[in-house]
């Protein structure tokens, strides 16, 4: 997988006009990840594995001094100096390289998760905090709805067609809907805490939001096969390579060692003699042959490693299952949020209806006030319902992104 792989725009199909300033806390939000920071760097480590492993064995040097000296033809020798230098199977140090490499392209496939992960988060916590805005917007609105009905009471009680009991009423339900405002306002505090923590910022910065949002004429067109690209898939593609390559390093690690040394003897001229080659010092290469006989330990790694890609092919098959599982219960969201926003929509134009219905009433002195509450509490609810609908839509748009995505 290349590194250049780059997450940060999975939902802008889905966002649609909406997408920019989310984009850019996406970014943020990715560039300030103590997790992911940690990733790459623990990522950096595996790549430096490959310089670790492409060396060769210690190179052994030893030094002898005769305390008894043995003679020779050409004098008695004084010392010896050795150097030997154990060479790896032809290919063994590449194989070694491969596996390093490939350990360490699985630790990328798990920066590219995190990534994912981050980024759903990130976007997640920002359509809740839309949807708590909005809906402070609207009990707003309705608590201004409910400041004209009241004017309306207040004049209706001087002309006696009303009592005080329903201004009461209204006053009452105005107080409950600034109690429901300033427990959303706590609640948006608690998400800008958690959404700025995503950015790994101060939680008091202030978090702007898109001020509306609806849900798009059709969907974004989704396609389902690009779910087996998705790196929680990858992961088991790379770790399974990882396995073949520890498999190779397996076999030539199991082939024998070849070694070249060379020995250094100094001699001493002999006094009873006087010949060319008297006290000539011995200069002796050598080359040895390391064979392993006995190899039971390569045939159970290999064995291992067998067992070990039957484990990760099953362990992507169960994978698989769930990240379909996933995406059908999210497109399947996203289609009933639709439904229910449409369903919203049309209620919420027949409770407008009827309250015109009750103003043109209160023009010829036969307003209920009893009603004009139903009406309110009727709207509050399906604007609320609409707002929840639009946050679920974008939220299981996500999410389907998450999965599909390349």
Not at 206 to 224: A, L, R
Request: net charge negative; aromatic share 8%.
């Amino acid at each position: 997988m290349k590194k250049t792989l780059l997450l940060l725009l999975f939902f802008s199909t889905a966002l649609g006009a909406y997408a920019q300033t989310l984009e850019l806390y996406l970014k943020e939000a990715e560039l300030n990840s103590p997790v992911i920071q940690a990733m790459e760097l623990r990522y950096n480590i595996a790549r430096e594995k490959v310089n670790e492993v492409n060396t060769l064995p210690n190179t052994t040097i030893g030094a002898g001094y005769f305390v008894s000296e043995p003679e020779t033809r050409t004098g008695p020798q004084r010392a010896r100096l050795s150097v030997t230098q154990m060479l790896p199977w032809f290919g063994t140090i590449t194989a070694r390289e491969n596996y390093a490499s490939s350990m360490a392209e699985a630790e990328y496939v798990e920066i590219a998760i995190a990534k994912r992960k981050l980024a759903l988060s990130v976007a997640q916590s920002y359509y809740t905090l839309y949807a708590n805005k909005a809906k402070q917007d609207v009990l707003d609105k309705n608590v201004q709805l409910l400041d004209t009905y009241e004017k309306l009471a207040l004049t209706s009680v001087e002309v006696g067609k009303a009592s005080a009991v329903d201004v009461l009423k209204l006053q009452i339900r105005q107080n409950e809907l600034q109690q429901q405002k300033e427990v959303l306002e706590q609640q948006y505090l608690a998400e800008q805490a958690v959404f700025n923590n995503l950015l790994n910022r101060e939680e008091s910065i202030s978090v702007e939001v898109v001020g509306e949002m609806d849900i798009p004429v059709e969907d974004p067109m989704v396609e389902k096969e690009t779910l087996t690209l998705n790196p929680e898939l990858l992961k088991y593609d790379q770790l399974y390579e990882s396995v073949v390559q520890s498999e190779l390093l397996n076999q030539k690690e199991n082939a024998p060692s070849l070694g070249i040394g060379l020995d250094y003897v100094t001699v001493s001229e002999r006094s009873d003699m006087d010949f060319s080659d008297n006290g000539k010092d011995i200069l002796m290469p050598m080359v040895s042959l390391s064979i392993p006989i006995f190899s039971n330990r390569v045939k159970s790694v290999t064995k291992q490693n067998q067992l070990r890609q039957k484990e990760i092919e099953l362990q992507k098959t169960e994978r698989l299952n769930v990240l379909e599982n996933a995406f059908a219960k999210a497109v399947s969201q996203r289609n009933e949020a639709r439904i229910a926003h449409a369903t919203q929509t049309k209620n919420l134009q027949q409770a407008k209806d009827a309250e015109e219905i009750l103003i043109k009433s209160y023009e010829t002195g036969t307003i209920d006030f009893n009603d004009v509450l139903d009406i309110q509490e009727l709207q509050l609810k399906f604007q609320t319902n609409q707002i929840q609908s639009i946050q679920l839509y974008y939220v299981q748009s996500a999410i389907i992104n998450y999965l599909i995505n390349k």
